[in-house]
């Protein structure tokens, strides 16, 4: 079992930055593929971005291309989000999530996280 636990969410204004991370328990997370997901009020949850274990390899959704990096600390048994230029429409729950095997960031994730509340003000 892995237990994931967000944090680093909050308020903030349109333009602002926000990094948020990902801690893990249980097991290390070095073998896992690892997302980010969020989920905005009356929507669907979406993938947001995804890194493979070693880091060699992300995926980002089309918003947040160019705002969003995704990187991970496997000594830390950490995965982080860092958000620039953040606007309304990013507003949502931020989930982390682990994911087994290979390296696939629109298949099944197995472990997940509660999530974070991120809210950016206009």
């Known amino acids: 079992q892995v237990q994931l636990v967000e944090s680093g969410g909050g308020l903030v204004q349109a333009g602002d930055s926000l990094r948020l991370s990902c801690a893990a328990s249980?097991?290390?997370?070095?073998?896992?593929?690892m997302g980010w997901f969020r989920q905005a009020p009356g929507k669907d949850r979406e993938l947001v971005t995804a890194?493979?274990?070693?880091?060699?390899?992300?995926y980002y959704a089309d918003p947040v291309k160019g705002r969003f990096t995704i990187s991970r600390d496997n000594a830390k048994n950490t995965v982080y989000l860092q958000m620039n230029s953040l606007k309304p429409e990013d507003t949502a729950v931020y989930v982390c999530?682990?994911?087994?095997?290979?390296?696939?960031?629109?298949?099944?994730?197995?472990?997940w996280g509660q999530g974070t509340q991120v809210t950016v003000s206009s």
């Open positions: 999530a682990a994911q087994l095997g290979k390296f696939r960031p629109s298949y099944e994730y197995h472990y």
């Open positions: 249980g097991r290390t997370l070095s073998n896992y593929g």
């Open positions: 890194i493979s274990w070693g880091g060699g390899s992300t």
